[in-house]
């Protein structure tokens, strides 16, 4: 499956209506920089495995669901590569959502916001 998405750094939260917010927890077995990027992920109470590969605009991604068990007998491989944060979704005029990330821990104060697109065309356009 291909992700095309981009992201934004905030300097602040935006003055919008948030749909929802999740607590998310989230560990990194291997780094960006290694060829393929694995995460563990849990969100709310679901709890998931992540594979990216590429740089750029559009990389490869395949997400699957793991039992709490299997989170937590991965989980000590992410030790010194995790972050904690809360995500805020946004349904933009364009139909568009917006996915809002505030960082807590040792990334306090970090506010992301990435938009998922259908192709690169409408990626590239968006403003």
């Not at 992540?50 to 030790?79: C, M, S, Y």
């Not at 996915?99 to 104060?109: N, P, R, V, Y």
Request: glycine letters at 6%.
């Amino acid at each position: 499956m291909k992700e095309i998405e981009r992201k934004f750094l905030l300097t602040k939260m935006p003055e919008i209506a948030l749909q929802s917010t999740t607590y998310i927890r989230q560990g990194y077995i291997s780094q960006s920089r290694d060829s393929v990027e694995i995460r563990l992920r849990r969100k709310g109470d679901a709890f998931f495995m992540t594979f990216k590969r590429g740089r750029g605009l559009v990389r490869d991604e395949a997400e699957i669901r793991i039992d709490e068990t299997d989170f937590n007998h991965l989980w000590p491989l992410t030790q010194d590569r995790r972050v904690e944060k809360q995500r805020s979704q946004v349904t933009l005029d364009n139909g568009l959502t917006a996915e809002i990330d505030e960082f807590s821990g040792t990334l306090a104060g970090l506010l992301l916001c990435e938009v998922e697109f259908g192709d690169q065309t409408q990626a590239q356009a968006f403003v």
